[in-house]
């Protein structure tokens, strides 16, 4: 094995994002100070 | 109140009181920030470094205290009053010379009544500050419709003609006849706008930002004016992302500047590089350049989030410069011919040749290149700005 064999390597991936992670996202999102409306219709 | 024409006249006392729960919500809030990746550049090519931000949270977090702040402000005689539909925030400072000269004086983006603080006693009292009680003043800052505790609109057509008809309008109310008006940045703008409108009683106006070169396009013939045409193209080819965005989809970057602390310090810290540099400085590096300290830096913030008032300061620039703005390609009054004064600093984003002001400004009574400072004159060097103040307008007492 070479550096360059390694770096040429191809590899499987799956996604696999943690349920907190997305526990964290909808807390951010319902913690969200809004702008106020905008001025223009 | 007996009509409604009184109760829209009306001036109230005010006092600035922050809850302790938006103190606390704000630190959970920088706790909170999830940071992007190093920029990869050695300088701010890809904007506010990753380690000035994290410094700045930091001290924000921890030693930072916005009720010196706070103390501050309502150590100042501070007041509201409505104004064609919009509740203008102001202080107003009496000199206890008699004889003092009034004055309006207007701050900028990312700025507000924080940067001119300093300058408040040197001002309106200038024999405990080692000056004459002939150059004294009666001093008035405004903050801008959408900025700090002045309302925001609800209606468009808040561009800066409307704010200076608002300034005149405020004038008037407290009583004064014959007066001055200064300004930078979005208030250099506002102080302009006010001199073509000559109201009755403006004596003369001074600015340390040249709006007219913005606009159009000024003398190149020597290597001082192509300097400041080469400084001025740079900020319009890679400086002024911020005013882009601002003029033409303020309400996109508000939800950020609304959302989180850090984004907000990010957005008001990217201005011009100069002062860019210096409150890097402040936080990296414990060197601030003059007042433009840590705490006076995040004084300045904090009052924008503390408000809530990223997306409508942002949206004055939609409404200054946007193209989708009612007074998009409106034609500005003609150059004001009351008497101008004009200060550059040399941290400014362009050092502006005499000539420039010349072109600009049919009655230029005043012109001095300063060896210090940068676009927040006031705010990095209080004592120099007063001393410019006083003699531009010293001819017009």
Not at chain 2, 142 to 159: A, K, N, R
Not at chain 2, 184 to 205: K, M, N, S
């Amino acid at each position: 094995m070479t550096s360059i064999d390694s770096t040429t390597e191809i590899r499987s991936f799956h996604v696999d994002v943690p349920n907190e992670d997305q526990a964290t996202l909808r807390r951010r999102i319902a913690g969200d100070a809004l702008a106020e409306t905008e001025t223009r219709a | 109140m007996s009509s409604t024409v009184e109760t829209a006249s009306d001036i109230s006392p005010f006092q600035v009181d922050i809850p302790d729960e938006a103190l606390e919500d704000l630190r959970r809030r920088i706790a909170a920030t999830r940071w992007p990746s190093k920029e990869l550049v050695p300088d701010r090519s890809q904007g506010v470094q990753l380690a000035t931000l994290q410094e700045l949270a930091h001290y924000w977090a921890t030693d930072y205290d916005w009720r010196k702040a706070e103390a501050k402000l309502n150590a100042l005689p501070q007041f509201t009053t409505e104004i064609d539909g919009v509740n203008i925030h102001f202080i107003h400072v009496q000199s206890p010379h008699a004889h003092a000269l009034p004055l309006i004086m207007t701050h900028g983006w990312p700025g507000s009544v924080v940067e001119l603080l300093e300058t408040v006693g040197p001002l309106t009292d200038p024999t405990a500050h080692g000056g004459d009680a002939a150059d004294a003043f009666h001093l008035v800052l405004p903050s801008l419709p959408g900025y700090g505790f002045s309302g925001e609109p609800t209606d468009v057509g808040w561009e800066l003609s409307r704010i200076a008809r608002a300034w005149a309008e405020l004038m008037l109310r407290l009583g004064y006849t014959r007066y001055v008006a200064q300004g930078g940045d979005v208030g250099a703008g506002v102080t302009d706008a006010l001199g073509r409108q000559a109201p009755e009683g403006l004596l003369g106006i001074h600015t340390n930002l040249l709006v007219p070169a913005l606009g159009g396009a000024m003398p190149t013939a020597t290597d001082e004016e192509r300097a400041a045409a080469a400084k001025l193209a740079t900020f319009q080819q890679s400086g002024n992302g911020y005013f882009i965005e601002m003029a033409t989809r303020p309400q996109t970057i508000g939800y950020a500047l609304l959302d989180s602390p850090v984004a907000l310090a990010a957005w008001m810290v990217d201005h011009d590089t100069d002062a860019y540099y210096k409150i890097a400085g402040a936080f990296v590096d414990g060197e601030p350049s003059g007042n433009l300290t840590r705490d006076h830096i995040l004084d300045n913030i904090t009052l924008y989030w503390l408000t809530g008032t990223g997306a409508s300061a942002a949206r004055s620039y939609w409404e200054a410069y946007g193209p989708d703005a009612p007074a998009a390609g409106r034609q500005p009054l003609p150059s004001p011919t009351i008497p101008f004064g004009f200060t550059t600093f040399p941290g400014e984003i362009w050092r502006t040749p005499r000539s420039w002001v010349e072109a600009s400004y049919p009655n230029v009574i005043y012109f001095h290149a300063v060896d210090k400072g940068g676009h927040f004159a006031a705010w990095e060097e209080p004592q120099l700005f007063t001393d410019e103040v006083r003699a531009a307008f010293r001819s017009l007492r």
